[in-house]
């Protein structure tokens, strides 16, 4: 059976190719030509000897995930419907669409990336929730989604690239596969992204925030907060029944910020919900000694009973934050036509099972 590559680190590959009789070098070359070269196609690693490239092929195999379908926004966004799963001899890795969002802007893109399919942690005001979990995604269908992303907008690509982790999943309920693309995409071998260009969103799943915080290579962490209080909180995110604010909290206050680091709060602006001038006042109080900045996301208007705050209101929760001292920016969302805003990764428009939730 071909042995999967995508995903491997660069002691694997090694190991790999020492499996096959040959140099370890050789393992560092297939690293180079797949994370910084992004080639799927033994043929094309021309770094190596012929007759290597011919035994791989026989060997191993490289499946980057599958673009079923690609819905360009008017703003320049592409929402990327991905398949992955399901190759001959693969039975364990189930079949699964899942979705990434190329996001290019002057002198950068951005690339949210999906962690599961589906997701568990069921925020009401997210569209993907209602898919539940399908299943955990692997190293290579993490990473792989930044590849085909690059890959595909070869032509067009800045200087600077980020990766969001906030696309569908909870990054941090799947733990290894997640760390384990991540450290390829920071890889100054591999992918060869800045650590402050990488950002890891979670809804709060304390343990995994701890365990982040031990880790000598690690994202910039972003916090889903969306509330000012535990009984909104709790309506609107029911894990913060299992890590309410105090411990969340206090999570990030223990975690060993680097200098310069800061924690981001992503606050999803509900009109009537959690837009009150006293919900920033309180958010103020919640983030009192903690090096953090606030991103607020004013609600896009979808499918769930919902509703946008109104301009003033937005502006009103921003000069509050920055008047207390908390750098605070607003994030409209980018490809919004095309149902890839924060919140909407939820297969719409995908000829999937999924299709039911249009
Ligand atoms: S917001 Fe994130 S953690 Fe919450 S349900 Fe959606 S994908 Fe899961």
Redesign the pocket.
Known sequence: MPVELLGKSAEELREFVASLGERPFRGAQLYHALYAERRFDFAAMTNMPAALRERLAREARITPPRIVRRFPSVDGSIRYLFSIGGAIGDEGAKPAHIEAVFMPREGRQTICISTQAG?A???HF?L??QLGLIRNLTPGEIVGQVLVALEENREQLAPQTNVVLMG???PLLNYDATMAAVRILLDPKGVALAPRHVTLST?GIVPGIERLGKEKVRPSLAI?LNASSDEQRDAL?PINRKYPLDVLLDACRRYPLRPREYFTFEYVLLGGVNDTPEDARRVVRLVAHIRAKANLIPWNPGNLPFRAPTAESVEEFQRILVGKGVPTFVRYSRGQDVFAAC?QLALMGSPSPFVALQ
């Open positions: 997701c942690v069921d925020c997210c993907t929730a569908q999943g909870e809804s889903s995110m919140g």
